[in-house]
Structures are given as structure tokens and as C-alpha cells.
């Protein structure tokens, strides 16, 4: 099992950047494959990136690709999203999730069996 805790969040002018962290605990982290989803008030969660255990391959939502990177760091236990040239569509909760199994349906809520608490993105015009 691993525990997952977002941070980097905050309120930013449109056009600006913020990084999200993922800090993990408990089991070896790079087990893992990793994902940041996002959910907006009155919408529903929906994936924004993905990163594999290694590192080696990134996939990303096509409203965000050549914007957003994930990235991640496995001997400090970190997975990251830095968010640039962010619009207020942006606008949501972010949350990071993981998962051990071998599935590969990682643009999908129902894959990932760990999430974090979230963390607020606020994106002003």
C-alpha cells in the first residue's frame, strides 16, 4: 500500500506556471505507475497525465500536451506536474494516483487503486 500527498497548488494569473508534488510513503515507490487527474466543480475526474514506473513513457490529455510535463523523481519518492502557460479551464482540484497491478487503462479513474487528498488549481483571467 502507498499514501500519496499532493502539494504546490495555489492561485495563479492565466499565463502563469505552478509544479505540482506527489509525495508517496509505504511500499517501493517505483512499483508504481503514476497519474494526475483533475476534477472541476460539477464535472467529473478526469485524467490529465500519466507516467510509467520508470519514467520512460508520458502520455497526457490532449488539452493539456504541450503544456503540462509529468515527470518523476523514484529515489525521493515524487511524481510532479509542472503546469505552464495555464488557462482558467485549468481551474480544479488535482489529485495523484497510482497503481501496481500490470493494467494499462491509465486514462481511467477505475484503474488506479491509490489516490491523494487533492490540491486546489485556481487559474484567474
Known amino acids: 500500500q502507498v499514501q500519496l500527498v499532493e502539494s504546490g497548488g495555489g492561485l495563479v494569473q492565466a499565463g502563469g506556471s505552478l509544479r505540482l508534488s506527489c509525495a508517496a510513503s509505504g511500499r517501493t515507490f517505483s512499483y508504481y505507475a503514476m497519474g494526475w487527474f483533475r476534477q472541476a466543480p460539477g464535472k467529473e475526474r478526469e485524467f490529465v497525465a500519466h507516467i510509467s514506473r520508470s519514467g520512460g513513457s508520458t502520455y497526457y490529455a490532449d488539452s493539456v500536451k504541450g503544456r503540462f510535463t509529468i515527470s518523476r523523481d523514484n529515489a525521493k519518492n515524487t511524481v510532479y506536474l509542472q503546469m505552464n502557460s495555464l488557462k482558467p479551464e485549468d481551474t480544479a482540484v488535482y489529485y495523484c494516483?497510482?497503481?501496481?497491478?500490470?493494467?494499462?487503462?491509465?486514462?481511467?479513474?477505475?484503474?488506479?487503486?491509490?489516490w491523494g487528498q487533492g490540491t486546489q488549481v485556481t487559474v484567474s483571467s
Open positions: 494516483a497510482g497503481y501496481s497491478h500490470g493494467g494499462n487503462y491509465y486514462r481511467t479513474v477505475q484503474e488506479y487503486d491509490y
